[in-house]
Every structure is written in C-alpha cells, then in structure tokens.
C-alpha cells in the first residue's frame, strides 16, 4: 500500500509499505479520506506540538473514514464494502482512567498519527472493531471526516455547558472553531463574537451564525469586546486558536466568574499566564483532550444538521498532493477551511 511518511518538517514523502492481515477481533479498512487537522499542521511546519517532538519517518492523520475490506477472526456484523468512521484512539479499557469512563486520558493510550503510532494518510488499517462505526448513507466520505473534530466539540461543551442567552467570545475561525460555533448556535446561546485574523474565515462565521466578528489584528481584541458587553466581559470564552496572545486574551475577555475553555493546543512549550486576572475574576478554566465517546453524538448532528456543518469542508486534494494542502493552509489559501486528502 501506499502511504503519505512525514520524513521532515515540511517534507512528505509516499512510500510502498506492506499490508498486514487483521488480527482476532480486527477489521482491515480502505481509508477513504481524511480531514488535515491542526494538530498535524503543528507536526509538519513545526516537528511537533509543545513537548511532543515528532520520530521521523510518521503517518499523520487522525480525521478518517473508510470502506471494510475484510474482518480478522471473532468479528461479526460487518462485511466487506461497508462504510465506516475510524476512530484513531486507542484504550487499554483496564485502567483507573478507563474504568472511571475517563478513556480520553486512559494510562495507556495511543492515538494512531502521533509518534510512534502511524495514522490514516495511508490506503488500509487494521483497527480493532470497537473503533468502527458505521457511516450513515446520508453521509458522505468526505462528511464523516467531520466526525472526529465534532466530537472533540462536544466533549468541549461538557465543560463549556452554554446556557441559552449566554454571550460567548470564540477565539479562532479555523474548522474547530466554525464547528464550535454551529454548536453553540444550536445550544441557543445568545450573543457571539468571534476573533479571526483571516478575512474569508470571518465571513464563514457570520455565514454559520456569528453576530459579530473581530479581526485582532487591526484592533484591541480585549477592548472591543469589553465595548460590545458594556465593559462586563462575556460570560463564556472559548478559545480554539491558542496563539497569537488568544489564551491571555481569554483572561481578559471573560467576566467575573465567567468561565474559559480551551480547546486549541499552542505550540509553544510553555505559554506565559495572567494569573491574577484569572484570580481576581475567579474564573473557572477548563482544557480539552481529545474527545470521549461523542462520535456517535456528532454523526448525529452531522446527519441532522448538515447545513450546519458541512460549510466546514472547502477543499479536496489527492494524496500525492499533500504537500500541496498542507502549504495551502499554512497561508490560508483559495478561501480554504477544512481540507481532506482523498486517499
């Protein structure tokens, strides 16, 4: 099979590797396409995210969805040419964690596109079946992509919890952060702004609900939000960038006893914190990892809602033009947002 290796920063390269049979309780998939997610654009411009460096030759990819080819022995109830959602971590189901339905930081998990675990910019996988869903019909391959980012959206609102007539800052225009807001309008939430740099991605949130966008580089983000809320600051934040100042911006942004997700990971090592406008607001803070078990939920909402999602996806590109897609989002090009990589 082919396979996308990154073998450096900023360097892919497709190499032939073998196919292995599915084990006992495996399913082998035809990975069909998958979404580029800002976790693999820190991997490919940077070699790696925070203190997570990348071990050369890896598989990116973590946003898939496929066709079954064939089961390993002890599988029942699906058969080849069936479509399928992949989910790309994997659980030990035994420890403290999982067994406290915690899996998402489960003691030893692997996530397959993160060292040493290759991910999906590759033909066939053999995962186990618990990490195959089936894929609605209405749905299309491309569609079910969308899956694994909504679902860390919806694990975000766990803790994010919108209340109807809430305001809301959401920092970041990019596919996690558009997502974020269909959500939040589907929560009834009240008023919503958004801070995006990007000009074409701010006109994709006011087409997806925003009531008002911010371009943080012309203006003091911090400012015109405390001008828009009559110097009260909203009551939640939201912040799906993590960069350029976004996670102290939140800090600011939020009112007293507001509370401040993040969902977005910086890649920096460290991130210098104001602690005290934290403190004197006692603000309730909250980080993201991952999702756990929302898939179903945003295959839900997917098929639900699909005018409210699938704006997301702008741009396809074949395999032997990932290089291609990658530099396109790195300078936002051609009006793009969600791009997946037809495998």
């Not at 070699?47 to 390993?72: K, Q, W, Y």
């Not at 994997?90 to 397959?112: I, P, S, T, W």
């Not at 990019?174 to 006109?203: K, Q």
């Not at 104001?274 to 309730?284: A, C, P, S």
Request: proline letters at 8%; hydrophobic letters at 40%; aromatic letters at 6%.
């Amino acid at each position: 099979m082919i396979a996308a290796e990154l073998v450096a920063p900023r360097q892919f390269q497709l190499k032939e590797l073998p196919i292995e049979d599915p084990g006992p309780g495996q399913v082998q998939v035809r990975v069909k396409s998958v979404g580029i997610c800002g976790s693999d654009l820190h991997y490919y411009f940077e070699g790696g995210i925070g203190d997570t460096a990348c071990i050369f030759p890896m598989v990116l990819g973590h946003e898939p969805s496929g066709e079954i080819v064939r089961t390993g022995p002890g599988v029942t109830g699906w058969a080849p040419g069936d479509r399928a959602i992949l989910e790309p971590a994997l659980y030990c189901y035994h420890c403290e964690f999982c067994m406290a339905g915690k899996h998402n930081v489960c003691e030893h998990l692997r996530f397959l596109s993160t060292p040493t675990d290759p991910g999906f910019f590759r033909e066939y996988v053999n995962l186990p079946l618990p990490n195959v869903i089936p894929l609605p019909q209405q749905l299309s391959f491309d569609a079910g992509t969308l899956c694994e980012p909504l679902a860390v959206v919806m694990h975000s609102m766990k803790f994010a919890d919108p209340r109807p007539g809430e305001s809301v800052a959401l920092f970041g225009a990019g596919p996690i952060g558009l997502l974020t807001l269909s959500v939040l309008r589907l929560s009834a939430a009240g008023r919503i702004l958004v801070i995006e740099p990007v000009a074409h991605r701010r006109e994709l949130a006011l087409q997806l609900g925003a009531d008002a966008v911010i371009d943080p580089s012309t203006t003091d983000v911090v400012r015109e939000i405390r001008n828009a809320t009559s110097n009260r600051g909203v009551d939640l934040v939201i912040d799906c960038a993590a960069k350029g100042g976004s996670m102290n911006h939140a800090l600011f942004a939020a009112r007293n006893a507001g509370r401040v997700v993040y969902t977005g990971i910086p890649g920096e090592l460290t991130v210098p914190m104001q602690f005290h406008e934290m403190r004197r607001k006692e603000l309730t803070i909250y980080n993201v990892r991952r999702s756990n078990h929302e898939t179903h939920l945003a295959m839900q909402l997917l098929v639900e809602h699909p005018s409210r999602f699938l704006p997301v996806l702008t741009h396809q590109r074949p395999m032997d033009k990932i290089a291609e897609a990658f530099d396109m989002l790195e300078h936002y090009d051609d009006g793009s947002a969600k791009v997946t990589i037809q495998i």
